[in-house]
């Protein structure tokens, strides 16, 4: 398993802010994933990131918009640019169970979430 | 394509009577399955998953989903359901790295 945390846990932001959420993970793992999560709605994957490379983002979802870093093997960041009340969600971080090198079993542990609010 | 439908999206039970969340699936390749729990203000929480060995999946607090193949279906059960099991209860099928949530369903337990 893989211990994940998330800062902040909250946030109310302005509209046209931005907003930088941080994901840490306590060993070093492959594939780090971010999920939106809407009120009221099911999880969307919003990117892949790999260490090392760009994040690959799911239909629906930009790099302008949302800005992700993986500087290296336990941490990656997600911004929400030029935020609007639309893109007030709970923002999830997760991350396989394969470690650096090895293969999973396409098990994902969530972190708790980052709740934003956009006023 | 992989694709998951949650049948339901609320179910009301009697505390102390049977729980079943239904989920059918659609995937081109053979699928590993899961069922996630989130509480309020919680995060999400593993109940069980299936990775092709045995059908039928044990998990946390007293549930189990069983595989079926045939019905591409992955529903999940509780013998008798508790008040701690209020929660949303979400069913999702693994491609390759990708995880494909349904749309949830709540599950309501009456006193």
């Known amino acids: 398993s893989a211990v994940i945390s998330q800062k902040p846990s909250r946030d109310i932001c302005q509209r046209g802010t931005s907003l930088t959420i941080q994901c840490q993970v306590d060993?070093?793992?492959?594939?780090m994933f971010w999920y939106r999560q809407q009120p009221g709605q099911s999880l969307t994957l919003i990117a892949t990131?790999?260490?090392?490379?760009?994040?690959?983002?799911e239909s629906g979802f930009v790099i302008d918009k949302f800005p992700i870093s993986r500087p290296n093997l336990t941490f990656s960041t997600l911004t929400v640019s030029n935020m609007s009340p639309e893109d007030s969600s709970i923002y999830l971080c997760?991350?396989?169970?394969?470690?650096?090198?090895?293969?999973?079993?396409?098990?994902?542990?969530f972190g708790p979430g980052t709740r934003l609010t956009v006023l | 394509a992989q694709s998951v439908t949650q049948l339901d999206s609320h179910v009301s039970v009697s505390e102390g009577t049977p729980v079943l969340l239904r989920c059918n699936y659609s995937?081109?390749?053979?699928?590993?399955l899961f069922w996630y729990v989130q509480h309020p203000n919680k995060g999400l929480q593993l109940l069980l998953k299936?990775?092709?060995?045995?059908?039928l999946v044990k998990g946390i607090n007293g549930f189990e989903a069983e595989f079926k193949k045939s019905e591409t279906s992955f529903h999940l059960t509780k013998p008798s359901a508790h008040m701690s099991d209020a929660a949303e209860y979400f069913c999702?099928?693994?491609?390759?790295?990708?995880?494909?949530f349904g749309t949830g369903t709540s599950l309501t337990v009456i006193p």
């Open positions: 997760s991350v396989d169970d394969g470690k650096y090198g090895l293969a999973g079993t396409n098990e994902q542990f």
């Open positions: 060993s070093q793992v492959t594939m």
């Open positions: 990131a790999n260490q090392g490379s760009e994040a690959t983002y």
């Open positions: 995937s081109s390749y053979s699928p590993s």
């Open positions: 299936y990775t092709s060995a045995a059908t």
């Open positions: 999702v099928v693994s491609a390759g790295n990708q995880f494909y």
